[in-house]
């Protein structure tokens, strides 16, 4: 029962990309290639002595595993202590929470969110900083560095340490405390949202349909919801974390969750609909028979965020990644109140945050979230939408109708081009830099170019830049496309497509109908047929 230090290898391609490193679960389980990361955190991290650590993840295949070889490296390292989610689970807003809280140094994330799990599938891990938020660029950028030059990391031999039981022990000179992965957050939840109304509302015959769909957000909805809330038992479908996901694509969008889509697109629908993904942190909301776009449950928890108690003082800013749809900025024009743009990644809210500039962040990928924590969560956005139907006895259906009757509606639609070939995606994207300049007054059926740009951002908080972040243009009366391509994806390219226009008069179009001319100038300007063969995208959202 040593500490070892084993030689090894500089590994390649160990950079982390928009939210930590994810990689196929083979190449994590391949000889050194996690240690050698995990060494890289740490010392990218400035080392890890004498500090204390979050652990957990997602429950996905290896995550037991991995933890034990974090655990036992966080103590070849002097660590003085880690918190580990009983079995090694914790989903990424509750290890968040638990950062903040018990004022840690940090944590160790251990998840490839929403992509698919199992031996064959992804597997990722993150650092998030004292803060409780994703580590920023500087810092990724050191832990990659680091790979570069590695030789040797340090690992305590010893037995593995037992997951399964909570309480305290030691792995060396370290302590591990082994907690109940959903305690603090629900304590976290009943301060914020007003659970005694929304239980009143579900005993008046609410009925909820939450599809957790077999991953980390089982545990939590169900303690939550059917537990404390007193919604029947089966409330929570797909409630128990499974390793490979039991096969599902943890993904809550109406291509994935499509069993949750049916039910409530059905005759028999339930009041309420929610998915969450593998990690716990996006959110898709459903009423009957009414999908809720995510950047329109941005805008609308926005408007309504105040009937909530802990936020009842009303939201001091609201910030939104720039392909997000600017739905919300129209409320936040209304309120009074800062409306901030960012590049893709929850990372960007986070100094925003800490600032006290914002208080509601939200991204059209399914993400919404507060200053809670430094994360989006699934959990908290369902809470919230609840929290809403509850004070002013709305509907899903009803609260869209009023809020597109007040604001307009920002038709929006993303269309994703998956496992393209890598060199014809940055092909497609250097060619469409390249013709930026001379795409204002192009004329493409109805539209007319207005400008074209690579957005580029400038942190208001720490003056830090980050250049590249996807390619807009727009046309004159403001409808827009956006394109970028994925940082998280494991296999090929993955090219998005956003798209948005606004309309004050029609507020019930079929979205993709809507978006028509938008769709049709995107292809035109972009040439997605010419440079990768493809017509017609893979998923819809
Ligand atoms: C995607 C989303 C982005 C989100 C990121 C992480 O990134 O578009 O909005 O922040 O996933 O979400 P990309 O680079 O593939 O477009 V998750 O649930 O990993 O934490
Ligand atoms: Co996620």
């Not at 990361?37 to 429950?59: E, H, R, S």
């Not at 989610?85 to 509750?94: F, I, K, R, V, W």
């Not at 509302?201 to 919801?225: E, N, S």
């Not at 994207?429 to 192009?442: P, Q, V």
Request: charged content about 20%; aromatic content about 6%.
């Amino acid at each position: 029962m040593t500490i070892a230090t084993i030689a090894t290898a500089p590994i390649d391609g160990q950079k982390p990309g928009t939210s930590g490193l994810r990689k196929k679960c083979r190449v994590f389980m391949g000889e050194h290639y996690l240690e050698n990361f995990v060494q890289a955190m740490f010392d990218g991290i400035g080392g890890v002595a004498g500090k204390t650590l979050v652990v957990g993840g997602d429950g996905r295949y290896h995550n037991d595993v991995a933890t034990q070889t974090i655990l036992a490296m966080a103590a070849a390292n002097g660590a003085a202590r880690c918190i580990v989610g009983q079995n090694a689970l914790l989903s990424t807003p509750a290890a968040s929470n638990l950062i903040r809280t018990m004022k840690t140094d940090g944590g160790v994330i251990l998840s490839a969110s929403h992509n698919p799990g199992g031996i064959d599938e992804d597997f990722g891990i993150k650092f998030n900083m004292p803060n409780g938020g994703p580590a920023p660029e500087s810092v990724t950028d050191a832990i990659f560095e680091r790979t570069k030059t590695l030789e040797a990391y340090h690992i305590w031999q010893g037995d593995p340490v037992d997951l399964s039981t909570l309480g305290v022990s030691t792995l060396g000179e370290m302590q591990v405390n082994i907690i109940d992965p959903v305690e603090a957050y629900v304590d976290l939840m009943k301060s914020l949202f007003d659970f005694p109304a929304i239980a009143e509302m579900i005993k008046g015959g609410l009925r909820i349909r939450f599809d957790a769909m077999c991953a980390i957000t089982g545990p939590y909805a169900t303690r939550i919801l059917e537990d404390t809330l007193g919604a029947p038992a089966g409330t929570v479908v797909h409630g128990t974390p499974l390793p490979d996901f039991g096969g599902m694509h943890p993904d809550p969008n109406p291509t994935w969750a499509h069993e949750l889509m049916d039910e409530m697109m059905g005759a028999d629908a339930p009041g309420f609909g929610c998915a969450s993904d593998g990690d716990g942190d996006r959110n898709m909301i459903v009423g009957p028979n009414c999908y809720v776009s995510p950047s329109d449950s941005l805008a609308v928890i926005a408007a309504n965020a105040h009937l909530a108690p802990g936020y009842s003082d009303g939201l001091k800013g609201v910030a939104r990644s720039m392909p997000t749809s600017a739905a919300v900025d129209r409320v936040a024009e209304a309120l009074g109140i800062d409306c901030y743009e960012t590049p893709t990644g929850w990372k960007f809210f986070g100094n925003l945050m800490d600032d006290g500039r914002v208080s509601l962040c939200g991204e059209e990928s399914f993400g919404t979230g507060s200053d809670h924590v430094r994360e989006k969560d699934g959990v908290w956005a369902v809470l919230m939408w609840l929290n809403i139907m509850a004070a002013t006895g709305k509907s899903v259906p009803e609260l869209m109708g009023d809020h597109w009757a007040r604001f307009g509606r920002n038709y929006y639609s993303r269309h994703d081009f998956e496992a393209i070939a890598t060199d014809k995606a940055d092909a497609l994207m250097a060619e469409l830099r390249g013709k930026l300049a001379g795409l204002s007054g192009r004329v493409e059926g109805p539209l007319t170019v207005a400008h074209a740009d690579d957005y580029a951002y400038l942190d208001p908080v720490d003056g830090s830049t980050s250049a590249q972040q996807g390619v807009r243009v727009v046309f004159e009366g403001g409808a827009r496309f956006v394109v970028r391509l994925s940082g998280t994806g494991t296999s090929g390219a993955t090219l998005r497509l956003y798209l948005e226009t606004l309309e004050t008069g029609k507020l019930d179009l079929e979205p993709q109908a809507a978006l028509r001319n938008v769709i049709t100038a995107a292809h035109a300007i972009i040439g997605i047929e010419a440079h990768t063969g493809r017509t017609a995208p893979d998923v819809i959202t």
